[in-house]
């Protein structure tokens, strides 16, 4: 089950892009947390914290213990990271304040575990369609990541969603969604090259002598 990580917010009353270029600058990170019925409220977090808590993450979705500055803690799940793109360095954070007794739905990554049976003994490959399930569970069941074992797996056989064992108090969606697929090897036929045809033999061209000349009576 995935762990709640404590991470500390401060409020911040200004918005727009000066505000957010000088707390930037001081080293923050700005972000907001949405709640059912409430009011979203604008934060921000130290970019060194949430640095660190998404390298040692299994995936963006984490459910962290908000330390808001002057206000009440809260449950919240990362909802969505923006990143630069070229630095990848953290630009905002979206936070989804839950309960501990409501479900929530999340993305939780999905892995691969042991080799395919038909790629270890005949060559196939395996195919991995999606890399991540919608899975709806309480907060505290919420699962860093899902193993599935594919060892058993030959030629041609696949696993869907519904094939998969999720932990107790884990429901997942989109059944019929493929994640697994071990396809069979790529073959290619090789083709004989035509042999080389023997190059013709020039033709010699041969000086015409010229015509004898008559002798003079």
Do not use: W
Not at 56 to 85: S, Y
Not at 98 to 108: F, G, L, M
Not at 164 to 174: N, S
Not at 189 to 213: D, F, G, L, Q, R
């Amino acid at each position: 089950m995935a762990k709640q990580v404590k991470l500390t917010a401060q409020t911040r009353s200004e918005t727009g892009r000066t505000a957010v270029n000088k707390i930037k600058s001081q080293g923050f990170v700005p972000a907001v947390i949405y709640a059912h019925n409430e009011t979203p409220v604008s934060l921000q977090v130290r970019a060194r914290d949430i640095d660190t808590l998404l390298s040692h993450a299994v995936g963006e979705h984490v459910l962290v213990d908000l330390e808001i500055a002057g206000g009440a803690n809260r449950l919240a799940l990362i909802q969505e990271v923006q990143h630069h793109p070229v630095t990848q360095a953290v630009l905002h954070v979206d936070f989804h304040g839950v309960s501990a007794n409501e479900e929530i739905e999340s993305s939780v990554p999905v892995e691969a575990v042991g080799e395919a049976v038909g790629v270890k003994s005949f060559g196939g490959l395996l195919e991995q369609l999606v890399r991540s399930i919608t899975i709806q569970c309480l907060p505290q069941d919420l699962p860093d990541c899902i193993n599935v074992d594919v060892s058993a797996m030959g030629i041609g056989d696949s696993i869907h969603i519904k094939d998969i064992q999720l932990p107790a108090g884990v429901t997942a969606v989109d059944l019929e969604t493929t994640v697994f697929l071990v396809a069979e090897p790529n073959v290619v036929a090789e083709v004989e090259a035509p042999a080389a045809e023997a190059p013709a033999a020039p033709e010699v061209i041969k000086e015409k002598k010229p015509a004898a000349t008559e002798e003079k009576k």
